[in-house]
């Protein structure tokens, strides 16, 4: 069956395990978590855990029950692409030897990326996005050489539909 | 519910609980205690007449209040794998949570096994595991294990207390979750500081659980679609689980079935959810399943799954199990409904309530039903295969033809002419079930070739009366299991159905039994063998028998009965089998029979590992059942 990629956004209450069950839960059932992303909600005793995974839809339905069965999650959705607004940050510390400096910052203003740390030979840029975007990104400054790069989680929330 | 205190102290070990000084009444009002104090006073508030608990370091506490309890009965196993599976019988026969208490480390960790056991196959217990104090949690201390971590994936929720002020509400949740919805077991993780901490007592009178509601009721549009599918059968089955007997849904199951004449299968986990003496039960499905069962399953065109989840162990080859049948899956989990198979018709709920709301439907529209052809070909298979044994000694003189639910079609028990006779272990099983006919009885098993004759050859009819490790498929399992089911119903005769490699993985509780008064009788179908695994090492391995050979003679399974102050008493021949059997009945404590059986005998028939279910070894020749149909049904399948 066609594995596709879903993003799982899990509202758990605050306490401490929650994660663990979670995730476990994910590793004994046999599915790779790709991303995680967990903090709180608009309500302090809640938190989201915002899962991207891979997965046919029939195991993908059986591991959504399956969580949803845990006694402290309160609501699990398989978010739409479409119907969602989704973000990553990412940061990455960029090879830039002063003569191609110009050429990265160039690259980060195309993306909306800001500069947060230049060095004598790097510039450390931040950039948020959906996940497109930001692999693009990475795509371009692999060009010049990434030192380092940390990636967080994909967040994600369902697009307002009060009209 | 009064206190499971046993009557008889025959053994210089009494049940705690007696001659301390009286406790104040009703919790409702504040009382300063200790942890520990407020832990046993919870668990009276729950109604809890019994716990089995193994004490230990940071457990004294616990033991310590559970001493001066006049409600709560502590039961002293011999080791803690023992008291979960006591814990675990008494819920199966009495329907009550189990609950047990132990030390940390080792303790908890001896649990793992009972936990994994009673989660597999939906049994509420409340664990509780003593811990290290909260300052050192993390630190490796002495007897310091993560029991929360290790028990994550065998039970339905834990807790670890790390406040004695959540306590109240800790344990009002654990039994609320261990009982409801699909049952399961709850461990709650006890620090000895939190046990030693003081408290103003007061129990809870609700939970607060927002992500815990079990859909009881079925939807009623699917429960109209399913009343409709029922109604166009022409030959629907009932496949019954588990699920009944955690619902208590017998009667409706019952009703069910004869207002619409529909066959039950009923599997490992469901027997004793319909009466087997019934013309509508057809056996137990699956890989020893009878012929009859399985032909069923593959001829039936409407499959309707209560409170049963696909096993393999049921399904053989699921790509051709049940597949002319449109299927009705009813269970209390949606995550069971399309795991293993899809279904037509989905209804989440709790079997009651929706076998009741199904009733009423067919009910108020007058539906009759129409199977009487199905009943009669179901019936016609049953003549041509029915149960049989004595396959290993070919041409020795005693051949059982018995079925089970119709009891002893003809076993005799004696002796012929030609030879001495062969003991079968599926004789005593027959005889057993007749023996028993007329009396409250419980029956347990151990795991393996023992469970599988209990399986075919005892016939149950009340609920709560089989008590069998499914899922995790635990030897050791039916000796404590059968001193909790006695614990919870003291004047059944409870029966554990052995053999003799399990019995030996939990035989130290026998002195449980002895000292507490637990007159269980153990019947050791006694081969000399592992006897599944060399089963399956005759029939997939060339017959290596490589690490199934135990022996007949060793332990002396009598003088081990006298030796933990039990009654022994071996059979070679048939005809001491019922003798036998009378006198460790009668015999005031718990009892051995040791049974010297037919070494090779094998559990027929048998669905190899990953064939369908039709397609079976041993028993009666013929199948699978497509090549056997007469022209009319034939056409019918096919049109």
Same mark, same amino acid.
């Given at each position: ?16 395990? /929650? %994660?663990?069950? *979670?995730?476990?839960?994910?590793? $004994? @059932?046999?599915?790779? !978590?790709?991303?995680?992303? +967990? ?50 940050? /990412? %940061?990455?510390? *960029?090879?830039?030897?002063?003569? $191609? @400096?110009?050429?990265? !910052?160039?690259?980060?203003? +195309? ?53 | ?639």
């Amino acid at each position: 069956m066609a594995q596709v990629q879903h993003t799982l956004s899990v509202v758990v209450e605050n306490k401490p395990g /929650v %994660l663990t069950r *979670v995730t476990s839960l994910f590793a $004994r @059932r046999g599915f790779n !978590i790709d991303s995680l992303a +967990v903090g709180t909600t608009e309500d302090p005793t809640l938190s989201r855990i915002t899962i991207v995974c891979s997965a046919a839809d029939a195991s993908l339905e059986q591991i959504t029950k399956q969580v949803y069965k845990l006694i402290n999650v309160i609501k699990v959705q398989d978010l739409d692409p479409a119907e969602s607004v989704e973000r990553e940050l /990412v %940061l990455f510390k *960029v090879n830039a030897p002063a003569e $191609r @400096r110009h050429e990265i !910052i160039e690259i980060a203003n +195309v993306f909306r990326a800001k500069i947060v740390d230049v060095g004598r030979n790097s510039l450390t840029i931040e950039a948020t996005g959906a996940s497109d975007k930001v692999g693009a990104m990475e795509d371009l400054f692999r060009a010049y050489g990434i030192k380092e790069m940390a990636r967080t989680g994909k967040i994600a929330l369902t697009r307002g539909r009060e009209n | 519910m009064s206190a499971q205190r046993p009557e008889s102290t025959q053994g210089s070990e009494r049940v705690q609980g007696s001659g301390s000084a009286p406790k104040p009444g009703c919790a409702s009002k504040p009382e300063r205690v200790i942890g520990a104090e407020a832990l046993v006073r919870c668990l009276e508030e729950e109604g809890v007449g019994i716990v089995f608990g193994y004490p230990g370091g940071v457990a004294l506490p616990i033991f310590d209040a559970l001493y001066s309890s006049e409600k709560v009965a502590t039961v002293l196993p011999r080791h803690e794998q023992g008291a979960v599976h006591m814990a675990d019988g008494y819920a199966r026969t009495s329907g009550r949570p189990g609950v047990a208490v132990v030390t940390s480390g080792p303790g908890a960790a001896n649990t793992i096994t009972g936990i994994a056991n009673a989660y597999l196959d939906s049994i509420p217990l409340v664990v509780v595991t003593a811990q290290v104090a909260t300052a050192v949690i993390g630190t490796d201390a002495f007897q310091e294990i993560y029991t929360t971590g290790i028990t994550l994936p065998v039970t339905k929720h834990s807790y670890l207390v790390k406040d004695v002020a959540e306590l109240p509400q800790t344990v009002k949740e654990a039994f609320h979750i261990a009982a409801t919805g699909r049952p399961g077991p709850v461990v709650i993780d006890m620090p000895v500081d939190v046990s030693k901490s003081e408290i103003d007592f007061a129990y809870p009178a609700s939970v607060s659980l927002p992500g815990y509601k079990p859909s009881v009721r079925g939807h009623g549009r699917q429960v109209k679609e399913a009343v409709a599918l029922i109604k166009s059968a022409r030959r629907p089955l009932l496949y019954a689980g588990g699920g009944i007997l955690a619902a208590e849904a017998s009667r409706e199951l019952k009703e069910t079935a004869e207002l619409m004449q529909i066959p039950v299968a009923t599997t490992m986990m469901g027997k004793g959810s319909f009466p087997e003496d019934h013309h509508l039960w057809i056996g137990m499905p699956g890989m020893h399943g009878a012929k009859y069962t399985n032909f069923a399953i593959t001829e039936t065109d409407l499959l309707i799954a209560v409170g049963a989840r696909f096993d393999d162990r049921v399904t053989g080859k699921l790509a051709s199990f049940a597949t002319k049948a449109r299927i009705i899956h009813i269970d209390i989990d949606p995550a069971e409904i399309g795991k293993n198979k899809v279904a037509d018709c989905p209804i989440v709920g709790d079997a009651k309530n929706v076998l009741s709301s199904i009733l009423a439907e067919l009910r108020k529209s007058e539906a009759e039903p129409k199977t009487q052809e199905w009943i009669a070909k179901i019936d016609g298979w049953r003549k041509q295969f029915p149960l049989h044994y004595g396959t290993a000694q070919k041409g020795t003189a005693q051949k059982g033809t018995g079925q089970a639910g119709t009891g002893l079609a003809g076993s005799t028990g004696t002796s012929s002419a030609s030879g001495p006779a062969v003991l079968y272990p599926q004789f005593v099983v027959e005889r057993l079930s007749a023996l028993t006919k007329d009396r409250e009885t419980v029956i347990t098993t151990e795991v393996g070739q023992n469970q599988m004759w209990a399986c075919q050859f005892y016939s149950l009819r009340e609920p709560r009366t089989w008590v069998s490790s499914g899922g995790l498929g635990t030897m050791g399992f039916g000796l404590p299991a059968a001193i909790g089911a006695q614990a919870a119903r003291p004047d059944a005769l409870v029966v554990d159905i052995a053999g003799d490699g399990s019995i030996q993985m939990n035989i130290q509780e026998l002195a449980t039994a002895r000292l507490n008064g637990y007159p269980v009788k153990v019947v050791v179908l006694n081969n000399g063998f592992l006897g599944m695994v060399r089963q399956w090492q005759e029939l997939f391995y060339g017959r290596r028998y490589a690490s199934s050979v135990i022996s007949q003679e060793v332990p002396d399974l009598v003088m081990l009965a006298e030796a933990y102050g039990c009654f022994g008493i071996r059979v070679t021949e048939p005809t001491e089998v019922d003798a036998a059997l009378l006198a460790a009945f009668e015999f005031d404590g718990p009892a051995v029979v040791d049974c010297r059986v037919a070494p090779e005998e094998c559990v027929y028939p048998m669905v190899a590992p990953g064939s369908s279910i039709d397609e079976m070894l041993g028993g009666i020749p013929g199948g699978p059942v497509s090549e056997m149909l007469d022209d009319e049904v034939a056409e019918e399948v096919q049109g």
